[in-house]
């Protein structure tokens, strides 16, 4: 069962705006004399734009067997079901793999925890809860 990430407005147009003035910025040093290399370019693109939209388009939840796969971007976490301590909402502004404020933390194992953002949550928390039983 696969869960994506619930999106707020907010977080999407920073994103987004983030981009584009670094597209803007790049392509103007780029035109400038003494042109930064494309060298130079490529890496900044690619981190620049490439992760933030990977993070947009692929941060989703899985149930999986016994584990729950969290999963932003190149960036993954497994968090397996009998280990889970208790799932409580927050608004909770620390980083993690969600991208709304509308969340989720996982305590899990020994003091690790998770935020995550499902769309559904509802049908979230029963999948943690058939999963778990």
């Known amino acids: ?9 907010w977080l999407m147009a920073v994103m987004l705006s983030s981009i584009v003035m670094l597209v803007g910025a790049l392509s103007m040093a780029h035109l400038q004399e003494g042109a930064l290399p494309l060298a130079l370019l490529v890496p900044v693109l690619l981190l620049g734009v490439g992760l933030p939209l990977w993070i947009l ?23 397996p079901l009998r280990d889970i301590r208790s799932v409580t909402p927050t608004r ?17 194992g020994k003091g690790r925890a998770v935020l995550v953002s499902p769309a559904e949550k509802d049908a979230f928390l029963q ?7």
């Open 1 to 9: 069962m696969r869960f994506r990430s619930k999106i707020d407005g």
């Open 57 to 79: 388009i692929d941060t989703h939840y899985t149930f999986v067997r016994d584990e729950l796969i969290v999963r932003s971007g190149p960036f993954r976490w497994r968090v």
């Open 92 to 108: 909770d502004m620390q980083s993690g793999p969600a991208l709304s404020l509308d969340r989720l933390r996982i305590d899990y």
């Open 127 to 133: 999948a943690i809860d058939g999963h778990r039983t």
